[in-house]
C-alpha cells in the first residue's frame, strides 16, 4: 500500500489509553464531531488545564539557550499563561477551587526552578511540531506524540526522555507511554536513547528514572492496540463492555445535553464543562 498520512489511521499515547480504556470513550473523543458544528468535543477540568499550563511554561524553555534558560521567572511565565484558563475556560466553578490549582502550579515551577537538574543543561529539539513516524506501512498506521523533553547527554551522544507528570498520581506501571516516546525519539531524531524518566513535579525534586523499553517488544505491543483500533474504526464499532463507565460517561454526558458549552479552543474542538459533583478521571495532558 501507498504511504498516504490522509487515509492513515493516526495513534497516540492519549488515543490508545483511551481505548484500552473504553472503546466507547475513544469514539467520543477521537472521532465523533457534534452534527451542529462538525467540531470534535472535548471536557475541559481543573487537572487538564493545570496539567496544559504547566507543559506550555516548560515547553517553552527548550527553545531557549541554557545559559539564559531561567533569565525568566517560571512563576511569570505561568502568571502569562493562566488567563487562557481562567474561570469555566479551565472548568473551574469558583474562584477558590481555581485558585487552589493555581498555587498548586506555582509550587510545581517553583520546585523546578530551585532544583533545575536536567532542565538546566542541553537539549534535544526535534523539528517536526508534531513528531510521528510509520507504524506499519502495510497497515496504513502512523504513530505520534510530542515528547515533553530531550535531554542531550554530550558523552555519549545520546537523550535522556524526560516526561512531566502533574498528576498526583504514579504512572500506571502498564501504561505504553515511555515505549512510545522512546520509539518517536529513536524514529524521529537521530541519537539513541540511553535514559528514560517521570518527573513527578508535584513532589519529586529530581526525576524518576524507568527502565528503557525493550525496541521491537514495544514496537509490537503498540502496533497490536493500533490494528485493533484501526478495525474498530473500519466496522464502526464502538461499545463500552460496561454500557457505561468512568470513562465515557463524562462524554456522554455532553451528547445528552448536560455540560455546559464554554467555547471552541485552539484546536477547533468545541469545549464543554461539567456540573459540580460530576466525576471525571484526573487526568495529567499529554503533548
Known amino acids: 500500500m501507498a504511504k498516504d498520512k490522509f487515509t492513515a489511521v493516526w495513534v497516540s499515547h492519549t488515543s490508545m489509553s483511551d481505548y484500552l480504556k473504553c472503546p466507547r470513550a475513544y469514539y467520543l473523543k477521537n472521532v465523533y464531531k457534534s452534527p451542529e458544528t462538525g467540531h470534535k468535543i472535548k471536557i475541559m477540568s481543573p487537572p487538564l488545564a493545570l496539567g496544559q499550563t504547566i507543559h506550555e511554561v516548560i515547553e517553552s524553555l527548550s527553545n531557549i539557550p541554557t545559559e539564559i534558560r531561567f533569565r525568566q521567572s517560571l512563576i511569570e511565565k505561568f502568571n502569562e499563561v ?24 506555582e509550587d510545581m515551577l517553583l520546585r523546578l526552578m530551585n532544583n533545575p537538574g536536567p532542565l538546566k543543561n542541553l537539549a534535544v529539539k526535534i523539528k517536526m511540531q508534531l513528531p510521528y513516524f510509520w507504524l506499519s ?3 496504513n498506521i502512523i504513530l505520534c506524540g510530542k515528547i515533553d523533553w530531550l535531554e542531550y547527554i554530550p558523552g555519549t551522544d545520546s537523550v535522556h526522555i524526560i516526561d512531566f507528570k502533574t498528576s498526583k498520581q504514579d504512572e500506571d506501571p502498564q501504561s505504553m507511554q515511555l515505549s512510545i516516546y522512546y520509539l518517536l525519539a529513536e524514529m524521529c531524531q537521530k541519537r539513541r536513547v540511553t535514559k528514560a524518566s517521570y518527573w513527578y513535579i508535584d513532589r519529586n525534586d529530581t526525576p524518576v528514572e524507568q527502565p528503557i523499553p525493550d525496541s521491537k517488544e514495544c514496537q509490537e505491543k503498540i502496533l497490536e492496540v ?18 457505561g463507565c468512568q470513562s465515557c460517561n463524562p462524554m456522554e454526558s455532553v451528547l445528552k445535553k448536560e455540560a455546559e458549552f464554554v467555547g471552541s479552543n485552539a484546536y477547533n474542538e468545541d469545549v464543554y464543562i461539567l456540573p459540580e459533583g460530576s466525576s471525571l478521571e484526573e487526568d495529567s495532558i499529554i503533548l
Do not use: M, S
Not at 493562566?82 to 502550579?105: C, I, M, Q, S
Not at 493500533?226 to 454500557?243: M, P, S
Open 82 to 105: 493562566w488567563p487562557k484558563v481562567h474561570g469555566k475556560n479551565g472548568g473551574f466553578l469558583n474562584e477558590d477551587a481555581e485558585e487552589t490549582y493555581k498555587k498548586r502550579g
Open 137 to 139: 506501512e502495510d497497515d
Open 226 to 243: 493500533a490494528k485493533k483500533i484501526k478495525i474498530a474504526r473500519q466496522l464502526e464499532i464502538f461499545k463500552c463492555e460496561h454500557q
